[in-house]
Nanobody, 121 residues
C-alpha cells in the first residue's frame, strides 16, 4: 500500500514562487501533479516517469513550473514560479504503478490528500 503526503502549499502573492513536496511511504513508479479549483474539475499539471526522459506539462504551466524527483528519498517536487491568481487550487500528488507517466487522473493508482495553494492579486 502506498501513501502520499503533500506539503508546501500556502498563500503567496502573484509573481511569487512556491515549492511543493510529495513524500511516498511505499514504492512508486511514475508520479504526477494535478490541481482542482473550486467548482472545477481536476486538471493535469505535470508528470514525470520513473525514467528521466518522460517529463511533460500542461500548457498553462509550461515554462513556469518544474517537476522533479528524488528516487532515493521517494519524493517528488513541483517548483512553481511566476504564480498567477488562476493557479489557485488544491494541488494533489499522484502515483502510477507503471514506468511511464500519464496525463489523465484515471491512470493513477494512489493519491495524496492535497495541499492548498492560494495566489493573491
Amino acid at each position: 500500500q502506498v501513501q502520499l503526503v503533500e506539503s508546501g502549499g500556502r498563500l503567496v502573492q502573484a509573481g511569487g514562487s512556491l515549492r511543493l513536496s510529495c513524500e511516498a511511504s511505499g514504492r512508486t513508479f511514475s508520479m504526477g501533479w494535478f490541481r482542482q479549483a473550486p467548482g472545477k474539475e481536476r486538471e493535469f499539471v505535470a508528470a514525470k516517469s520513473w525514467l528521466g526522459s518522460g517529463t511533460f506539462y500542461a500548457d498553462s504551466v509550461k515554462g513556469r513550473f518544474t517537476i522533479s524527483r528524488d528516487n532515493a528519498e521517494s519524493t517528488v517536487y513541483l517548483q512553481m514560479n511566476s504564480l498567477k491568481p488562476e493557479d489557485t487550487a488544491i494541488y494533489y500528488c499522484a502515483a502510477r504503478k507503471l514506468l511511464i507517466a500519464g496525463r489523465s487522473a484515471s491512470e493513477y493508482d494512489y493519491w495524496g490528500q492535497g495541499t492548498q495553494v492560494t495566489v493573491s492579486s
